[in-house]
């Protein structure tokens, strides 16, 4: 996907999309080549695009940054990021959606804006110094109970033209 430019004093909220693939207490992580926070650890993720369905979103992303082929199970985490400058405007406004995935193949290596992509153990990740922190906040989540894995949340969407 290349250099992603960051919608910086945004006049509405943008839409991220993460996949969250577990295996064996494990979590796939990427290390980012680009900003934000280039050298840090994330789940394979990005922004949804116009007209894109945000589980499609997670399935793209994932393929697009591991080289994995997924399917998407459902939504189990949600979560926002709000940045202020230092005169209290909005420099970015994200809604962080979390699609659990289900790894139906191809081969794990890291993509073109990805410096490399493995499995990590939960607790391994949590308690890494260069994991960005709304991943840190989701393997807290996960870690302690707080997210519905064996129940995701499937969204029912109905397309309507106008």
Known sequence: MGVLELPSYPDRPHIGV????????????VKRKYPPRPGFW???????KLGERIEDAAVRELEEETGLRGRPLGVVNLDELVVYDETGRVKYHYILVDVLVD?????????????????????????????????RGLIGKILGGRIPLEEPFKPVLTSYTC
């Open 18 to 29: 993460g996949a969250i693939v577990l295996e064996d207490n494990s979590i796939l992580l």
């Open 42 to 48: 994330s789940v394979p993720g990005g922004h949804v």
């Open 103 to 135: 790894v139906l193949g191809g081969e794990l290596r890291p993509g073109s804006d990805a410096e490399d992509a493995r499995f990590f153990k939960l607790e391994e990740a949590y308690n890494m110094n260069n994991i960005v922190d709304s991943v």
